[in-house]
């Protein structure tokens, strides 16, 4: 079993839907959590970070980590063609550097 | 564009080869780090350098070393390739060493025959 597990998708969503991804995890001494979005043959971008529990909202995005639960989520609202793309979360605990662990990545597609 | 340069773009070798991925940081930035992307694995994390020195190692094979050089310009290097080797390799770059921001270039897509 992987240390941070992800639904691959695709996920299809009309424009303007609100759209949920989702990680679960299994260690507990992650701390540090962020959301990347990757484009098609292009390298990850770095969308969100949010240490340790609670929300995070940036513009049309909002994280949210639930420690109790390990599981992490990005919404986007108001989705966009233009957000196709994967989603990959990554984390990190205190000790390890900064070396990330990924989740698969979920591949979204928002339909005009 | 992240400011992340890599090259090459794409490399095609057989195997038992070497090859040479290079990797030129954003400008300021001391860390860089190695990751590799397949279908069947994910991005990995396979190590980080920080100013010239090796910081933190993930899942890196005996066969790929790496190094980080004064100008601050890393190199991979992937010997006595195997078929499986074939993937996506990304670098990545932050300003310290450890940062939650870690900016990742285009990638070097590995194809190995």
């Known amino acids: 079993q992987k240390e941070v597990e992800q639904d691959p998708g695709p996920l299809s969503v009309p424009e303007g839907a609100i759209v949920s991804l989702n990680c679960t995890y299994s260690?507990?001494?992650?701390?540090?959590f962020m959301w990347y979005r990757q484009y098609s043959r292009k390298g990850p971008e770095l969308l969100m970070y949010t240490y340790s529990s609670g929300n995070k909202e940036d513009g049309r995005f909002t994280a949210q980590v639930d420690k109790s639960s390990k599981y992490i989520s990005l919404f986007i609202r108001d989705s966009q063609p233009s957000d196709s793309a994967t989603y990959l979360c990554?984390?990190?605990?205190?000790?390890?550097?900064?070396?990330?662990?990924f989740g698969g990545g979920t591949r979204l597609m928002v339909k005009p | 564009d992240s400011g992340v340069t890599q090259t090459p773009k794409h490399l095609i070798t057989a195997t038992g080869q070497r090859v040479t991925l290079r990797c030129s940081p954003r400008?300021?930035?001391?860390?860089v780090y190695w990751y590799q992307q397949s279908l069947d694995q994910g991005l990995q994390f396979l190590i980080q350098?920080?100013?010239?020195?090796?910081?933190a190692k993930g899942n890196i094979l005996e066969r790929f070393s790496a190094q980080q050089f004064p100008d601050l310009h890393s190199e991979l290097n992937l010997s006595s390739l195997e078929l499986g080797d074939s993937a996506l390799y990304f670098c990545?770059?932050?300003?310290?060493?450890?940062?939650?921001?870690?900016?990742f270039g285009p990638g070097t897509r590995l194809t190995v025959t």
């Open positions: 990554a984390m990190r605990t205190n000790n390890a550097g900064n070396m990330l662990t």
């Open positions: 260690n507990s001494a992650f701390q540090y």
């Open positions: 350098y920080y100013n010239g020195e090796e910081r």
């Open positions: 400008s300021g930035d001391l860390s």
């Open positions: 990545a770059s932050s300003p310290r060493r450890i940062s939650y921001e870690q900016y």
